[in-house]
């Protein structure tokens, strides 16, 4: 599986903006595509052609322009792509996320669950986990309600979260100039992941974090601003060296040479990994994303789907937006000028 058809990477640059909130530092070999954050969001207003927006808590304009992901107006509930699930509080409350939390876990769990269903809790599960990271003075009320398996999962995401905000900087004016496409369906991904793992001993876990803080497991298309590339995201000459002749752009080739990249660094280590991760992005905070996501998979297989299904957001001055598979620019696009031609119904 090469490279999506009619695309061309070269001519979408990510500007200023990495996928996961990542920069290249010295001594990185891989730079993080840092999609203004793809983790976390809340409930969209649904905007067109197919980008979500949601009116943003605490932005530091008080005005709001949108265009990343997150939601839930400092006044009145968050507009939603639906309902909360039935019986559910408003999610604006503590008593709304725990229980969109178990919700979302049920869903993840229940092994007669659609495709459709996954993708809905996933999405779900995201949006609380980004309101909640935005009030952590929450935290103690919610987390005390959840079973603790799943304050357990809770406290990795929260954690992966803060680590990744704290490295997104400030919001974006602009969104930007990427491709945005469906990921494989998870068992074809969790397939490419063992592989790597049988071959390079790298953790499935890990690889499939590095892919999901990356690109959102492989949702964006585009270059980094360092002219990073594919799903795993590769700087040229990292990839002509373990890149194993394989081309960056597929979705396979790529987890496998990061795989063997990861290794070749000591990530096959327990007591290494922090440093092979180092080499993909120097950052304690990336490590300790990377990590926390895929202690979440450690402890339960299930998250996989879950963490499959979050959807690519982007964090700008006015508010979030959720870029879905469809959204297309080989520019980057002032938030302004994209919202005039692209009216958001029913935000507030």
Known sequence: MGRPAALNPAALTSGPVVLAGVRRTAGAGVVPLLVRRAVLVRPAVLVRPAVLVRPVVLVRLAVLVLLAVLAGCSGGGPPGRGTEPAGCPPSTQPAGLTCELRAGDAVAHDLSASPAALADAGRRTQDAYRILGDHPEWDAAVLAELDPALAAQSRHA????????????????????????????ADPLRGYYAEAQRRYGVSWTVLAAVNLVETRMGRVVGLSTAG??????????????????????????????????????????????????????????YVSAVRDY????????????????????????????????????????????????????GAR
């Open 158 to 185: 929260l954690a992966a979260f803060r680590a990744l905000t704290s490295l997104d900087g400030r919001p974006s004016a602009t969104l930007p100039a990427w491709r945005v496409v469906d990921p494989l369906p």
């Open 228 to 285: 990073a590339q594919g799903p795993m995201q590769f700087m040229p000459p990292t990839w002509a060296a373990y890149g194993l002749g394989g081309d960056v752009w597929d979705p396979r080739d790529s987890i496998v040479g990061a795989a063997n990249y990861l290794a070749a660094n000591g990530g096959a280590d327990p007591a290494r990994l922090d440093r092979a991760l180092r080499r993909y992005n120097n950052d304690a905070r």
């Open 294 to 345: 895929a202690a979440m998979m450690d402890a339960d297989p299930r998250a996989f789907l879950e963490l499959h299904a979050w959807p690519v957001e982007y964090r700008t001055v006015a508010g979030d937006i959720a870029l879905d598979p469809g959204y297309a620019s080989d520019r980057r696009i002032p938030v302004g000028d994209w919202l005039a031609t692209h009216p958001v119904p």
